[in-house]
């Protein structure tokens, strides 16, 4: 008796669990995404899943078929995250690399193990009985081809993610293109010195702000003057753009003083982009002045620097 209940009862946790997951995923990206998608997207996106969620734990017919379709799409992207993150990880979007792959091998994994486990569940003959409400349809669930998985996965994709994917890719068009006359003019970079900062007692480093778009892979000149009390500490480093609405670090050289002085005050010059190599929307706020304060052979008044991906051109 024990050997026979073990499967239903398998079932059974497979079947709550697939709810309880599309129920509290279709929550949290109803209400928890506003810092990745809009409410609207979010809502579009998440309702469904709540809905699908209570459609399989009250054995809704229409539910088996596009709880197949969902769980088929999340084997896909579950092989499709690791290769997805690459991209941001080689521009140094994450300000920890480390923790944003253990995070994506984590849901990859999650995501595979719960679209593996729901399709085989909804594949079985044991579902296929408990959300056929009538003969006829029982007999159609039985005598269906492998085929309606992949019908049933592109139907939900269709219908389901893909007008979320379109209204989230105009929204964000929209954000970074503005009106220019009749038409839209694409908005370029525009790169702004922001601050200084250290690391340890003497490395300075500056923090470059994208308050434009993406859209220019060139490297491009950082000079600075005034980096040594008496005269001295020029000098120019390599940089990247940093990706739209995003901040990164470029170290310049080490601040000093003479041994013999012990407090001194400086105002270092930085220029973004000299010689204009990058194309920008802003090309008159590209120079900053810093002060930096010393107290016995260091920069006291620098704040270390935060932790920001560091775009130093290489």
């Known amino acids: 008796m024990k050997s026979l209940m073990q499967p239903a009862r398998k079932a059974e946790a497979v079947r709550r669990s697939l709810s309880v997951f599309f129920i509290v995923g279709g929550l949290l990206a109803t209400f928890g995404t506003e810092a ?7 809502m579009m996106l998440g309702l469904p899943a709540v809905a699908l969620g209570i459609a399989i734990f009250r054995y809704w ?33 994450f300000e920890n690399a ?33 959300f056929a409400h009538s003969a006829e349809m029982l007999a159609a669930f ?19 993610l893909m007008p979320a994917g379109i209204v989230w890719s105009e929204q964000t068009s929209a954000a970074r293109t503005p009106a220019h006359g009749a038409g839209r003019k694409p908005i370029l970079p525009d790169l702004v010195a922001t601050g200084l900062c250290r690391v340890g007692d003497s490395l300075i480093q500056v923090e470059i702000a994208n308050r434009g778009a993406g859209g220019s892979a060139a490297k491009y000149a950082v000079s600075y003057s005034a980096l040594r009390v008496g005269g001295g500490g020029s000098g120019v480093s390599s940089a990247r753009v940093p990706l739209a609405g995003t901040s990164g670090l470029v170290a310049l050289d080490h ?40 107290e016995y052979l260091s920069p006291s008044n620098l704040p270390k620097c935060p932790r920001l991906p560091e775009i130093n051109g290489q």
Request: proline residues 4%; contains cysteine.
């Open 142 to 160: 039985r005598g269906e081809s492998s085929s309606v998985v992949v019908t049933a996965a592109l139907t939900v994709f269709c219908v389901w």
């Open 36 to 42: 990745i998608f809009s409410r609207a997207v979010g």
């Open 98 to 130: 480390r923790r944003a792959e253990y995070l994506t091998w984590a849901f990859a994994g999650a995501f595979g193990l719960i679209g593996y486990w729901g399709l085989q569940y909804f594949r079985a003959p044991a579902a296929k009985e408990a």
């Open 61 to 93: 017919s229409l539910a088996r078929w596009a709880g197949m379709g969902a769980c088929f799409l999340l084997l896909i992207l579950a092989f499709a995250l690791p290769l997805i993150i690459t991209v941001p990880l080689e521009y140094h979007e």
């Open 255 to 294: 601040a000093s003083n003479p041994y013999e002085i012990d407090s001194a005050s400086l105002k270092v010059k930085v220029t973004v982009d000299t010689g204009n190599t990058v194309r920008e929307s802003n090309e008159s706020n590209n120079t900053a002045t810093f002060p930096i304060v010393f």
